[in-house]
């Protein structure tokens, strides 16, 4: 499973914030797909990127990526949609940017069931190793893991292709919230939990 988010936490900025995963069950499919677009179809439009970023590709790279995601089998998508403005217009409501992620990516937490004993890889966002490890235990306690085994990694985008799958897909979805683009959104064939938090 991969997590990654579009949007931001401040008190200006976007509208919205999302958090987004994607479980799969061989993420190999996900790295072939990435290499065949390097390699063949996007050759030219990637060449010198280290990874496919939803904010810096072209349309045509998400929706190739989105309909090639949408082949791989028993792939599965649960994503968060924070909406700042309710949170924001309560001033009793106050906590720093890593506890306010934390709090929203306990929410998509309790929105999964694991099946089988499950990887978690994050975007490495978080620099400090406390920080860390209080999302790992806060996400796990909010975890439906039906006593499976749960393992999580703060991993480089750049290294593993379901991050950056995770990225098109959050990137995705905030688009089609905060600019009422569904372009990408749309496409999407596959079983997505999609959940709006609006905490006051």
């Not at 072939?32 to 790279?61: D, P, Y």
């Amino acid at each position: 499973m991969f997590l990654d988010e579009s949007g931001d936490l401040g008190p200006k900025g976007s509208k919205y914030f999302v958090i987004a995963a994607l479980a799969v069950e061989d993420p190999k499919k996900l790295d072939r797909i990435i290499k065949n677009m390097r390699r063949n179809k996007f050759k030219k439009e990637l060449k010198g990127s280290h990874e496919i970023k939803a904010n810096s590709s072209s349309t045509a790279v998400k929706e190739y990526m989105i309909k090639k995601l949408n082949k791989v089998p028993n792939a599965t998508i649960y994503c968060i949609i924070f909406n700042k403005e309710h949170y924001l217009s309560n001033s009793k409501n106050y906590m720093d940017k890593n506890e306010l992620y934390d709090c929203v990516a306990g929410a998509l937490a309790r929105e999964i069931t694991l099946r089988d004993n499950t990887i978690i890889r994050i975007d490495k966002s978080k620099g400090k190793q406390f920080l860390r490890k209080r999302f790992d235990s806060y996400f796990k306690k909010n975890l439906n893991t039906n006593n499976r085994k749960v393992e999580i990694y703060h991993s480089e985008s750049h290294a593993w292709s379901g991050l950056q799958f995770a990225d098109i897909i959050a990137g995705s979805y905030f688009q089609k919230f905060e600019h009422d683009d569904g372009i990408c959104v749309d496409l999407l064939d596959i079983k997505c939990n999609l959940h709006e938090l609006k905490r006051k």
